[in-house]
């Protein structure tokens, strides 16, 4: 039998090895509210597509002649590798006869029942903060779990990198409080902890200072914890006015700093810092969303991309001619298009220290990574380019309701503008870029 093309969709009829490519590919049928892709390599694995195009690995197997299924989880957040490994332990407890959706609420009945059992005077706040945690993983995404964590955890850590210099890592505003007795947690104490740390980090400190107070809250309204939570104990004007007034940000890359900033920016010794740096100012995405940029998510047939966006999942934007010159020239390593040169597996981590130096170079004072992102929308004004163009290459929400429920624009119109904004900021940049003479050929393995 010959192979299928890789350009077409997987046959769903049979089981096949599941790769990546596949499951790029997968679409759900028409007519269909979800699809399944069978695994070959590991029995019960299945990738399921839904009508919405949200893919996530499954497991499927059968107990007592009955079918059932356990979501194991987002095809964009696992490794293939993990979910085979997953569902290989999922079939071992089926053979087992045990039901693994049984054992999922066993466990987290445990938990709770631990949480009732503990002497409620004695539940520190750090004990709550874990049940906390699980109790909201599930409605959470990964990311928003993940600084969840960040806000308590411990410092002293000795690291390398990633501390700005101090060689070891701080420990998260909210530790100070995970010690404490939850009764202890009166409206006194929060705003002490508030004053100190409005005085060492009010933007941090303000962020965690809300997810505080949605903890308290949620604390007053479980069965164990309440009775003795002090009720409203984080919601006190002297615990808010101790981070004091957010301030609009207005670190911004002007007109006539592009010159210098791209001269300093191609002279980097890391041609991967380079090119991130300068998609950044090109996309006007967030940070993280282009750090997480892999090599799957280029389209170079249809020249577009999909970035993975904190809002709405994904969205689809222009590959333009000067961004592919610079992603296409960057070494093959793993699947990130800026791969780590630490970690084989990883993306890039932290530019900040080479995004210094090239704003000390260039003699610009105060520019952040964000603040490309807000160079990117400040820059478009002076171009006649729709505001609901720019808005949807950045990834903002529509601000209006002609924008949001009668506009549709197709990325070959989001082209045209997005262009016309790059070809703009290199011309005044001074950068020569002769789109004609790129070469279109595709993308190749770079060991």
């Given at each position: 039998m010959a192979r299928p093309s890789k350009n077409e969709a997987p046959d769903l009829s049979r089981a096949i090895d599941i790769t990546s490519g596949a499951i790029d590919r997968l679409v759900c049928p028409p007519g269909k509210d979800q699809a399944f892709m069978r695994d070959a390599k590991a029995p019960g694995l299945r990738v399921r597509v839904t009508a919405a195009g949200a893919k996530s690995f499954v497991f499927e197997g059968k107990l007592d002649r009955k079918t059932i299924r356990r979501t194991i989880?987002?095809?964009?957040?696992?490794?293939?590798?993990?979910?085979?490994?997953?569902?290989?332990?999922l079939r071992v407890s089926l053979d087992k006869g045990v039901d693994p959706?049984?054992?999922?609420?066993?466990?987290?009945?445990?938990?709770?029942?631990?949480?009732?059992?503990?002497?409620?005077?004695?539940?520190?706040?750090?004990?709550?903060?874990?049940?906390?945690?699980?109790?909201?993983?599930?409605?959470?995404?990964?990311?928003?779990?993940?600084?969840?964590?960040?806000?308590?955890?411990?410092?002293?850590?000795?690291?390398?990198?990633?501390?700005?210099?101090?060689?070891?890592?701080?420990?998260?505003?909210?530790?100070?409080?995970?010690?404490?007795?939850?009764?202890?947690?009166?409206?006194?104490?929060?705003?002490?902890?508030?004053?100190?740390?409005?005085?060492?980090?009010?933007?941090?400190g303000r962020r965690a200072w809300r997810?505080?107070?949605?903890?308290?809250?949620?604390?007053?309204?479980?069965?164990?914890?309440?009775?003795?939570?002090?009720?409203?104990?984080?919601?006190?004007?002297?615990?808010?006015?101790?981070?004091?007034?957010?301030?609009?940000?207005?670190?911004?890359?002007?007109?006539?700093?592009?010159?210098?900033?791209?001269?300093?920016?191609?002279?980097?010794?890391?041609?991967?810092?380079?090119a991130y740096l300068q998609t950044l100012l090109l996309i006007g995405s967030r940070r993280g969303e282009l750090m997480e940029l892999k090599w799957t998510d280029l389209n170079v047939q249809w020249r577009g991309m999909t970035i993975r966006d904190k809002v709405e999942?994904?969205?689809?934007?222009?590959?333009?001619?000067?961004?592919?010159?610079?992603?296409?020239?960057?070494?093959?390593?793993?699947?990130?298009?800026?791969?780590?040169?630490?970690?084989?597996?990883?993306?890039?981590?932290?530019?900040?220290?080479?995004?210094?130096?090239?704003?000390?170079?260039?003699?610009?004072?105060?520019?952040?990574l964000h603040g490309l992102r807000r160079s990117f929308k400040s820059l478009t004004e002076w171009l006649?380019?729709?505001?609901?163009?720019?808005?949807?290459?950045?990834?903002?929400k529509p601000s209006a309701t002609a924008e949001k429920h009668y506009t549709v624009r197709p990325l070959d119109l989001v082209r045209v503008h997005h262009e016309k904004i790059e070809s703009w900021i290199l011309e005044h940049a001074k950068v020569s870029f002769d789109p004609s003479k790129e070469d279109t050929a595709p993308l190749t393995l770079v060991a």
């Open positions: 989880g987002d095809a964009r957040a696992w490794r293939l590798d993990d979910a085979r490994t997953e569902a290989n332990r959706r049984e054992v999922d609420r066993a466990a987290v009945a445990e938990k709770v029942a631990q949480a009732e059992r503990v002497t409620k005077a004695g539940v520190t706040v750090g004990e709550a903060w874990e049940v906390y945690l699980a109790a909201r993983k599930d409605a959470w995404g990964d990311r928003h779990y993940a600084d969840h964590q960040a806000l308590a955890k411990a410092g002293g850590k000795k690291v390398a990198r990633g501390t700005r210099g101090k060689g070891e890592t701080i420990e998260g505003p909210l530790y100070v409080l995970m010690s404490r007795l939850l009764s202890s947690m009166t409206s006194e104490v929060v705003e002490a902890w508030a004053t100190a740390q409005g005085k060492a980090r009010p933007t941090y997810c505080l107070k949605a903890f308290l809250a949620w604390c007053a309204e479980e069965r164990a914890y309440a009775e003795i939570v002090p009720a409203n104990a984080a919601k006190t004007r002297k615990s808010r006015d101790a981070f004091g007034k957010a301030s609009t940000k207005k670190d911004v890359l002007l007109k006539e700093q592009l010159p210098a900033w791209f001269a300093a920016v191609q002279q980097l010794p890391s041609p991967i810092v380079s999942g994904d969205r689809q934007i222009p590959l333009t001619p000067y961004v592919w010159h610079l992603l296409r020239a960057l070494p093959h390593r793993n699947e990130f298009v800026f791969s780590s040169t630490r970690n084989p597996t990883s993306h890039l981590a932290d530019p900040n220290a080479l995004m210094n130096k090239v704003c000390a170079v260039a003699g610009i004072e105060g520019l952040t006649e380019i729709p505001t609901g163009v720019v808005a949807q290459i950045m990834g903002h």
